[in-house]
């Protein structure tokens, strides 16, 4: 990973049917201890339709560009036990070199 560090990652991937047929996470380890940065940045919004103002949580987090995470799977901190679900995925190009992967979070524990 090029950018710094603040955290290590494993990820999770899977869904099996419950009891009831319906779809449920699994906690499946693709790849545990996985360096990355985890940044949440918050921001308040005003709508017009109302005065109460609210705070918008947006995470980013970055890895390794070789590192194998889809849109779907869930990150889990391991500093902090939270866990996330992976929006997307952004790969850019470089100019002689692979920059790290940029990836769309949304908290869910």
Excluded: H, W
């Amino acid at each position: 990973m090029i950018g710094a560090a603040n955290d290590r990652i494993s990820i999770l991937r899977g869904v099996v049917d419950d009891d009831f047929a319906d779809p449920a996470d699994t906690e499946t380890t693709v790849r545990k201890g996985v360096i990355a940065s985890i940044l949440e940045k918050n921001r308040t919004v005003q709508r017009d339709d109302s005065n109460t103002p609210q705070v918008i949580v947006a995470t980013a987090g970055r890895v390794a560009a070789n590192t194998d995470i889809r849109p779907g799977d869930r990150v889990k901190s391991e500093l902090t036990g939270r866990i996330y679900i992976v929006d997307d995925v952004v790969t850019q190009p470089g100019l002689g070199y692979t920059p790290d992967m940029r990836l769309d979070l949304r908290r869910v524990t």
